[in-house]
């Protein structure tokens, strides 16, 4: 079984700053996909951003980029330049693609402050 | 396109009666997952349908819970003689045939009271 650890319930940073949502994973599994989701007070979940496991170069999208490392089974999410609609819970998300399943994280509350 | 869809948005009934939730996933997705989230907390899986196999029910709680896809497609969760620690966001997502990428509908808010 998978575990996906989140340790920062509550985050905050200033509007245009750059903030680093940690994100800690335990798996036995060698193929898999990791995802970062944004949870808006809306309540729909959207994709933010996603890490094959096999490729080694760290996933970019405009502002949200991240840290992969494999080894030590860590998936770090950076959003760059902060802006007010960031506010939201960012899970982390592993997916395991041979029982087809997803384990998410307990999530991180951020608040962009202006 | 259309994305997933879900009702009600908010139900609010009794403890002790019975609830259908639905879900309609995206057209041609093969894949369609529940998933529970109690309030300010991450999600928890309940049940994973795939195609025409036979659904993966290890999350569901107790015997109380259910679900069906019909078709392939729509999918209800039911939950009988609800109880108070049943109060959650019901959240389903689907995925297409060979992806990895979940798509979430706006959940259904249950309420008992």
């Known amino acids: 079984a998978q575990t996906v650890t989140q340790s920062q319930p509550e985050m905050s940073v200033q509007e245009a700053e750059t903030v680093t949502l940690s994100c800690t994973y335990d798996t036995s599994e060698n193929n898999y996909y990791l995802f970062w989701y944004k949870q808006p007070p809306s309540r729909q979940m959207i994709l933010v951003i996603r890490?094959?496991?096999?490729?080694?170069q760290n996933a970019t999208e405009n502002r949200f980029s991240v840290n992969f490392q494999k080894a030590a089974k860590s998936f770090s999410l950076k959003i760059s330049d902060s802006q007010l609609g960031d506010t939201a819970m960012y899970f982390c998300?592993?997916?395991?693609?041979?029982?087809?399943?997803?384990?998410f994280g307990d999530g991180t509350t951020l608040t962009v402050k202006p | 396109g259309a994305g997933v869809s879900q009702s009600p948005s908010n139900k609010v009934t009794e403890k002790g009666k019975d609830v259908e939730l639905r879900c309609d996933p995206i057209s041609g997705h093969t894949a369609l997952y529940w998933y529970r989230q109690s309030l300010g907390q991450g999600l928890e899986f309940l049940i994973y349908f795939q195609g025409n196999s036979a659904p993966d029910k290890s999350g569901l709680p107790s015997d109380r819970f259910s679900a069906e896809r019909t078709g392939g497609s729509v999918s209800t969760l039911t939950i009988q003689r609800t109880q108070q620690e049943d109060s959650a966001v019901y959240l389903c997502?689907?995925?297409?045939?060979?992806?990895?990428?979940?798509?979430f509908g706006p959940g259904t808010r249950l309420t008992v009271t």
């Open positions: 890490q094959e496991a096999y490729k080694q």
């Open positions: 997502a689907s995925k297409k045939n060979g992806g990895y990428e979940q798509y």
């Open positions: 998300a592993f997916f395991n693609t041979n029982a087809g399943k997803s384990t």
